[in-house]
C-alpha cells in the first residue's frame, strides 16, 4: 500500500522546500518516489533545476517528479463533463446564475481534477511514496470541501445508479432549470461523481494519507496555521506532524536578530502549545535560497533525520466536534494525567484546557463566539465540553 504525504500552508512559507527534501530523501533511502506539485505556481523545476513536465519525468535515482497542469486535467479527461455540467443549468436571471456558481460548481475545480491525477498514479501502485507539495492554504481547502458540496448536488440531482433522473423541484420559488443530459453523458458524470469520493476517501485514510502544516513563526501565519488546521480536522483529513520554517539559528548574533529571535521563540511556544500532540520539525533559516540537490541536503541533514518521518506520525483524532442539543460537545482526548488540576477557559479564538504543565490550545469555529462553556467532565480519558449558546 503506497503512501501520500500532502504538505500544506500559506504561500512563501516553505512548503515546496519542504516537500522536495522529503522527496529526496525518501528517494535516496531507496523508495520509489514520485513528487507531484499542484500550486499553479510551480517551482519543482525551479529547486530541482530540471526541466519537469505534464507527465512524471525521472530526475534523480528513483525519484520522479510531476507538475499538474490542472487546466490540461480538465480538458483532456472531462471536457465534455465540464461543458454539460454548465450547458445543463439555465437560469431564469444572471444574478441566480452567479449565485449558484458560487456556491456549487465551479470554485477549485481546476483543483480537484489535480487531485484526481494523484489518485490515478497512485492507483497504478508503481511508487512508494507520493509527495503532494499543494497549493497555497485556502486553495486547498475550497478543494478538499468540494467533494462534500458535490456530492449534495450528485444526491440531490443525480441519485447514482438511476437512469431515470429525479427531477429537481425546488420547496420555494423555481430559481434555476435543468436540462437533462444524455444518456452518455448522465454516465460519465456518474462515474466522475464515484471518482471524487473515492478521492475523498483516498485522502481521508489515515493508513495512506498524511497532511503535514508547514508554517514560519510569525504571528499572522501562525494564525492561519491554526485556522487550517481546524477546517482539516473538522473535515477528518490526518495532519500528523508540522514544519516550523525560517527559525532564526541561535548562532545568529546581532541586534536586529536579537529581537526578531524573541518574537520567533513566542510563537514556537505557541505552535507547540497547540500541536504538541505530534511531532513538530524545525527548519533553520539559511543565508541562501533552498536551490538544488545541495541546498535540499542541507534541510535533510538539518532537520529531517526522524527515521520514523514517512510513517503515520499520529492517528487518533484529539478532539471532536458535535452538535448536541441545541448546542455543541467537544470531546479531547487526554489521557494519563491529573483529572483534578484542570483549569480551563475560552478565548476569542481558542478554547485553552491546563492540566499541571499540560498546556493545549484548540481553535475553535467562528460559529463558537455564539457559544459559553456551560459545563465540562471526564468520560475516561476524555474531556467533554459542553457549550450553550448566550441568550443576548
Ligand atoms: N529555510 C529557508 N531558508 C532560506 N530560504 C528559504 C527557506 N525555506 C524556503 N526558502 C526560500 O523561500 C522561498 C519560498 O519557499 P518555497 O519552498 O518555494 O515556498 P512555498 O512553496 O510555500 O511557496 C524560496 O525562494 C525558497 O528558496
Ligand atoms: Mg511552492
Same mark, same amino acid.
Given at each position: 500500500?503506497?503512501?501520500?504525504?500532502?504538505?500544506?500552508?500559506?504561500?512563501?512559507?516553505?512548503?515546496?522546500?519542504?516537500?522536495?527534501?522529503?522527496?529526496?530523501?525518501?528517494?535516496?533511502?531507496?523508495?520509489?518516489?514520485?513528487?507531484?506539485?499542484?500550486?499553479?505556481?510551480?517551482?519543482?523545476?525551479?529547486?530541482?533545476?530540471?526541466?519537469?513536465?505534464?507527465?512524471?519525468?525521472?530526475?534523480?535515482?528513483?525519484?520522479?517528479?510531476?507538475?499538474?497542469?490542472?487546466?490540461?486535467?480538465?480538458?483532456?479527461?472531462?471536457?465534455?463533463?465540464?461543458?454539460?455540467?454548465?450547458?445543463?443549468?439555465?437560469?431564469?436571471?444572471?444574478?441566480?446564475?452567479?449565485?449558484?456558481?458560487? *456556491? #456549487?460548481?465551479?470554485?477549485?475545480?481546476? =483543483?480537484?481534477? !489535480? @487531485? $484526481? &491525477?494523484?489518485? +490515478? /498514479?497512485?492507483?497504478?501502485?508503481?511508487?512508494?511514496?507520493? *509527495? #503532494?507539495?499543494?497549493?497555497?492554504?485556502? =486553495?486547498?481547502? !475550497? @478543494? $478538499? &470541501?468540494?467533494? +462534500? /458540496?458535490?456530492?449534495?448536488?450528485?444526491?440531490?440531482?443525480?441519485? #447514482?445508479?438511476?437512469?431515470?433522473?429525479?427531477?429537481?423541484?425546488?420547496?420555494? &420559488?423555481?430559481?434555476?432549470?435543468?436540462?437533462?443530459?444524455?444518456?452518455?453523458?448522465?454516465?460519465?458524470?456518474?462515474?466522475?461523481?464515484?471518482?471524487?469520493?473515492?478521492?475523498?476517501?483516498?485522502?481521508?485514510?489515515?493508513?495512506?494519507?498524511?497532511?503535514?502544516?508547514?508554517?514560519?513563526?510569525?504571528?499572522?501565519?501562525?494564525?492561519?496555521?491554526?485556522?487550517?488546521?481546524?477546517?482539516?480536522?473538522?473535515?477528518?483529513?490526518?495532519?500528523?506532524?508540522?514544519?516550523?520554517?525560517?527559525?532564526?539559528?541561535?548562532?545568529?548574533?546581532?541586534?536586529?536578530?536579537?529581537?526578531?529571535?524573541?518574537?520567533?521563540?513566542?510563537?514556537?511556544?505557541?505552535?507547540?502549545?497547540?500541536?504538541?500532540?505530534?511531532?513538530?520539525?524545525?527548519?533553520?533559516?539559511?543565508?541562501?535560497?533552498?536551490?538544488?540537490?545541495?541546498?535540499?541536503?542541507?534541510?535533510?541533514?538539518?532537520?529531517?533525520?526522524?527515521?520514523?518521518?514517512?510513517?503515520?506520525?499520529?492517528?487518533?483524532?484529539?478532539?471532536?466536534?458535535?452538535?448536541?442539543?441545541?448546542?455543541?460537545?467537544?470531546?479531547?482526548?487526554?489521557?494519563?494525567?491529573?483529572?483534578?488540576?484542570?483549569?480551563?477557559?475560552?478565548?476569542?479564538?481558542?478554547?485553552?484546557?491546563?492540566?499541571?504543565?499540560?498546556?493545549?490550545?484548540?481553535?475553535?469555529?467562528?460559529?463558537?463566539?455564539?457559544?459559553?462553556?456551560?459545563?465540562?467532565?471526564?468520560?475516561?480519558?476524555?474531556?467533554?465540553?459542553?457549550?450553550?449558546?448566550?441568550?443576548?
Amino acid at each position: 500500500m503506497g503512501r501520500i504525504i500532502v504538505f500544506t500552508g500559506k504561500g512563501g512559507v516553505g512548503k515546496t522546500s519542504a516537500a522536495a527534501a522529503h522527496a529526496l530523501k525518501s528517494s535516496k533511502e531507496g523508495m520509489n518516489t514520485l513528487i507531484v506539485s499542484t500550486d499553479m505556481a510551480h517551482n519543482l523545476s525551479d529547486i530541482f533545476v530540471k526541466d519537469i513536465h505534464k507527465e512524471p519525468t525521472e530526475i534523480s535515482p528513483k525519484l520522479w517528479a510531476l507538475e499538474i497542469d490542472a487546466n490540461y486535467e480538465m480538458e483532456n479527461s472531462y471536457g465534455t463533463i465540464q461543458k454539460s455540467i454548465s450547458n445543463m443549468i439555465k437560469f431564469d436571471n444572471e444574478k441566480d446564475a452567479e449565485t449558484f456558481e458560487d *456556491i #456549487v460548481v465551479f470554485p477549485g475545480m481546476e =483543483e480537484l481534477f !489535480s @487531485l $484526481l &491525477k494523484i489518485k +490515478e /498514479l497512485y492507483d497504478k501502485n508503481i511508487y512508494d511514496i507520493i *509527495i #503532494v507539495d499543494c497549493a497555497p492554504t485556502g =486553495e486547498t481547502l !475550497s @478543494l $478538499l &470541501k468540494f467533494p +462534500e /458540496l458535490l456530492s449534495w448536488y450528485m444526491e440531490n440531482f443525480f441519485p #447514482v445508479g438511476r437512469i431515470a433522473m429525479k427531477v429537481f423541484r425546488p420547496v420555494g &420559488k423555481a430559481f434555476f432549470k435543468i436540462e437533462l443530459p444524455d444518456k452518455d453523458t448522465l454516465n460519465d458524470i456518474e462515474k466522475l461523481y464515484l471518482k471524487l469520493l473515492q478521492l475523498q476517501q483516498l485522502f481521508k485514510d489515515n493508513e495512506i494519507c498524511s497532511i503535514r502544516l508547514v508554517t514560519i513563526p510569525e504571528k499572522m501565519i501562525v494564525e492561519e496555521t491554526k485556522r487550517n488546521y481546524m477546517y482539516l480536522n473538522l473535515y477528518g483529513f490526518n495532519v500528523d506532524g508540522v514544519y516550523i520554517n525560517r527559525v532564526i539559528p541561535e548562532s545568529v548574533d546581532n541586534h536586529f536578530f536579537k529581537e526578531w529571535k524573541a518574537i520567533q521563540k513566542k510563537y514556537m511556544k505557541e505552535i507547540q502549545a497547540i500541536f504538541g500532540n505530534m511531532p513538530i520539525y524545525n527548519i533553520k533559516w539559511y543565508e541562501v535560497d533552498v536551490v538544488g540537490l545541495d541546498g535540499l541536503e542541507r534541510i535533510i541533514n538539518d532537520s529531517l533525520q526522524d527515521k520514523n518521518i514517512f510513517k503515520v506520525l499520529k492517528q487518533k483524532s484529539d478532539e471532536r466536534f458535535e452538535k448536541e442539543g441545541k448546542g455543541y460537545k467537544l470531546e479531547v482526548y487526554i489521557p494519563f494525567t491529573d483529572k483534578s488540576k484542570l483549569d480551563m477557559y475560552q478565548s476569542d479564538t481558542d478554547i485553552i484546557i491546563r492540566l499541571g504543565n499540560f498546556k493545549r490550545s484548540i481553535p475553535v469555529p467562528d460559529v463558537m463566539k455564539k457559544y459559553f462553556i456551560s459545563k465540562a467532565k471526564f468520560v475516561d480519558d476524555h474531556l467533554c465540553i459542553y457549550f450553550e449558546e448566550k441568550v443576548s
